[in-house]
């Protein structure tokens, strides 16, 4: 069965602790792997799309890289307004689209 | 501005009254699609469309409808709710091709009682 799970469940950080979360998956054929943020109330807002292992994208203070079994959502030096849950999904959809497999997500806490 | 506007917010309802969902993209998307969050269980798909009069389901359609007449509106409905339906509800849109990855709406928080 196609499987994302996302570790640590909940993760609290000092401001500019620099750290890392984890994605796993068990997606047969995997096509694209995605990391979106979501805030209290909100729907989820997308952060970044990875292809193939070894690929890496930048956006301010987050860095998402991609492995053949897991991708890492690391964070430089975070700042309050990081706090939010981090969901990873999967696809093995190709040129056409499909389900996005969604991990449970983390929690971060950036405290000032 | 792009988005996915869904309509309403926040819905109470009593179990067996049919009701709707709606959701609107200005973005010219020909994907779009329903999910379901809920503690613990992360977010699921319920019905997804590919474009206008092609739907299908994801992996929790049992007890809801949709309907994809055009190509920007994608209305969720449930015709006899129950309350194991309780739960917030997204809808998403992107262009085909994974590459963009979606835009969700604000989302819609359904309690059936």
């Known amino acids: 069965e196609d499987q994302v799970t996302q570790s640590p469940e909940a993760l609290r950080l000092q401001e500019g602790e620099s750290s890392s979360l984890n994605c796993s998956y068990t997606v047969s054929g995997l096509r694209g792997l995605f990391w979106y943020r979501q805030d209290p109330g909100k729907g989820p807002e997308f952060l970044f799309t990875l292809y193939s292992a070894g690929e890496e994208k930048e956006k301010e203070r987050l860095k998402a890289t991609l492995t053949k079994k897991e991708s890492f959502l690391h964070i430089t030096a975070p700042k309050p307004e990081d706090s939010a849950t981090y969901l990873c999904a999967g696809t093995n959809y190709g040129g056409s689209q499909g389900n996005l497999i969604f991990g449970k997500g983390t929690k971060l806490s950036v405290k000032p | 501005e792009a988005q996915v506007t869904q309509n309403p917010r926040y819905l109470i309802t009593v179990t067996g009254k049919k009701l709707t969902v709606t959701c609107s993209q200005n973005m010219n998307h020909e994907y779009m699609s329903w999910y379901r969050q809920d503690p613990g269980l992360g977010l699921r798909q319920i019905y997804y469309s590919m474009n206008v009069e092609v739907t299908d389901k994801g992996d929790v359609p049992e007890g809801y409808k949709v309907s994809r007449k055009e190509k920007r509106n994608f209305p969720l409905i449930l015709e006899s709710p129950s309350p194991n339906q309780t739960s917030l509800y997204f809808c998403?849109?992107?262009?085909?091709?994974?590459?963009?990855?979606?835009?969700f709406g604000s989302g819609t928080r359904l309690t059936v009682v």
């Open positions: 998403a849109s992107s262009l085909i091709g994974i590459s963009g990855g979606y835009t």
